[in-house]
C-alpha cells in the first residue's frame, strides 16, 4: 500500500489479496537462496500478473534478496530495481519478465517443460541434478487471454506435474466485476485440460493454501491449479472487493483505515517490525542449506559423469564448440529457405553439440542430418528417450 501510494501509482489490491498466498509459498515451500538468486536447481516463481509487481519485490525484499528498503521505496521511478511490471536481469529474483496478461502462465509451461527435458537429458538413477517445481501466480485477466489457454492445454497434454499455479480468483477486473465479460467455469475448463483443479475457499489462510501446495507437488502426473478465492484489497474497508483497487493508490486516509482493521500498529509509511523481518529472513539460512544439499550431490555427480558434467556446464552457460557454424545448411539463390523443411534443419544441425535426453552425448563428429526427425515424439508422462512434439495445425 505504502509504496503504491509513494509512486501515486500502481496496483495495490492484488498484492494485498495474495499476501498470505506469496507468504505461505515462500517462507514454507519455495526452495530458493535469497544468497544466490541464479542457483541452477531453484524453484521458479512466476508472477504473471505483473502489474502486481509490489508483491513480487515485497517478498523479494523481505526474504533476503538484494533489493533494499530505499529500492521498495523508489517503486516505478525512473533507474529503481522496482519497476511498474518486473523485468528479468533488472531486479535480482525476478525469472521472467511479464507485461502482457497470459505472458507469464505461457513463460512458466516452458520453463516446467525445461526442467522436465533437462532432467531426461542429465539426471542418473543414483544422482539428480535437476529436480525442481514452477510456480506461477496469475489473475482472471491471464485466463481471459488465448496464450495462456493454448500452455494450459499443452501443459496438461505433456502432463506437467511440477507446475503449479496459483489462481487468484477475487471476480474483480479493472472495469469492474468479472461477470462483465468472464462467466466460464475456470476450473472445469483446467480439468478438461488434464489438470488437477485444486479450490481453497478460504484464500487468506496460509494454511489451506500450505495444504493445497503439499497436495498439488504430491500429483506427479498432472499440473495443477490451486483456486484462491481471495478479495482484492484485503483489509481495506472501504475498497476491498472492487475495481477501485485495481490500478490506482487507496489513498493515504484508507491506508490508515486498512492498517488499523488488519491490527497494524506501525502508522508510518515503510515500517516493518523486527519480528516479522526475522521471521522471513529466515529464508536465508534455509535457502543457504538447501544449495549447500545440492552442491554435495553435483560434486559427486562431477566425479562419476565428468563428461556430462561439462556438457551441463556448456549449456547453462550457452556455450557452443568450436566450429558449430560450419553445420550450418547452406542454400543458393534458387532455393528458398522459407520451406518449412529447409526450417527445420537449422535446429537438426544444432541437435549434434547437446545430450540426448536419454543421457549419452553427441559430438559434432557423430552429427546426423535427421537427427531430430528420427527421435520418437514425447507421450504423455514421458521423461527419457524422446523429444517434446507441440506442433499445432
Not at 260 to 289: H, M, N, Q, Y
Request: with cysteine.
Amino acid at each position: 500500500m505504502d509504496a503504491v501510494q509513494k509512486a501515486n501509482s500502481g496496483h495495490p489490491g492484488a498484492p494485498m489479496g495474495l499476501a498470505p498466498a506469496g507468504y505461505t509459498l515462500w517462507t514454507r515451500v519455495l526452495k530458493h537462496n535469497p544468497s544466490n538468486p541464479d542457483w541452477p536447481d531453484r524453484d521458479r516463481f512466476v508472477l504473471s500478473g505483473g502489474h502486481a509487481s509490489m508483491l513480487l519485490y515485497s517478498l523479494l525484499h523481505l526474504t533476503g534478496y538484494d533489493l533494499s528498503l530505499e529500492e521498495i521505496q523508489n517503486f516505478r521511478q525512473w533507474g529503481s530495481k522496482t519497476p511498474g511490471h518486473p523485468e528479468y536481469g533488472h531486479t535480482p529474483g525476478v525469472e521472467t519478465t511479464t507485461g502482457p496478461l497470459g505472458q507469464g502462465f505461457a513463460n512458466a509451461v516452458g520453463m516446467a517443460m525445461a526442467e522436465r527435458h533437462l532432467a531426461a537429458c542429465f539426471n542418473q538413477p543414483d544422482h539428480a541434478i535437476v529436480d525442481h517445481c514452477t510456480y506461477v501466480m496469475c489473475g482472471d485477466g491471464d485466463l481471459m487471454e488465448g496464450v495462456a489457454s493454448e500452455a494450459a492445454s499443452l501443459a496438461g497434454h505433456l502432463g506437467l506435474g511440477k507446475l503449479i499455479c496459483l489462481y487468484d480468483d477475487n471476480g474483480i477486473s479493472i472495469e469492474g466485476s468479472t461477470d462483465i465479460a468472464f462467466t466460464e467455469k475456470v476450473g472445469k475448463r483446467f480439468d478438461a485440460y488434464g489438470w488437477q483443479v485444486i479450490k481453497v475457499k478460504a484464500g487468506s489462510d496460509p494454511d489451506a493454501i500450505e495444504k493445497a501446495l503439499k497436495e498439488a507437488k504430491a500429483e506427479a502426473g498432472k499440473p495443477s491449479i490451486i483456486m484462491l478465492k481471495t478479495h482484492i484489497a484485503h483489509g481495506s474497508p472501504h475498497k476491498q472487493d472492487s475495481a477501485d483497487a485495481h490500478g490506482s493508490p487507496l489513498g493515504e486516509e484508507e491506508i490508515q483505515l486498512t492498517k488499523a482493521a488488519l491490527g497494524w500498529k506501525e502508522k508510518s509509511p515503510f515500517d516493518i517490525p523486527k519480528k516479522a523481518l526475522d521471521k522471513f529472513r529466515k529464508c536465508v539460512k534455509t535457502g543457504e542449506k538447501v544449495e549447500a544439499g545440492w552442491k554435495s550431490t553435483y560434486q559427486k555427480y562431477t566425479k562419476k559423469y565428468p563428461e556430462l558434467a561439462d556438457a551441463w556446464v556448456n549449456a547453462l552457460t550457452r556455450f557452443m564448440p568450436k566450429g558449430w557454424e560450419n553445420q550450418l545448411p547452406q542454400f543458393t539463390p534458387d532455393q528458398s529457405p522459407g520451406h518449412p523443411r529447409r526450417i527445420g534443419q537449422g535446429p537438426q544441425c544444432r541437435g549434434g553439440y547437446f545430450p540426448q535426453p536419454d543421457g549419452r552425448l553427441r559430438r559434432p563428429g557423430a552429427f546426423q542430418q535427421n537427427l531430430y526427425r528420427r527421435q520418437p515424439r514425447i507421450p504423455k508422462n514421458r521423461l527419457r528417450r524422446s523429444q517434446y512434439s507441440f506442433w499445432r495445425a
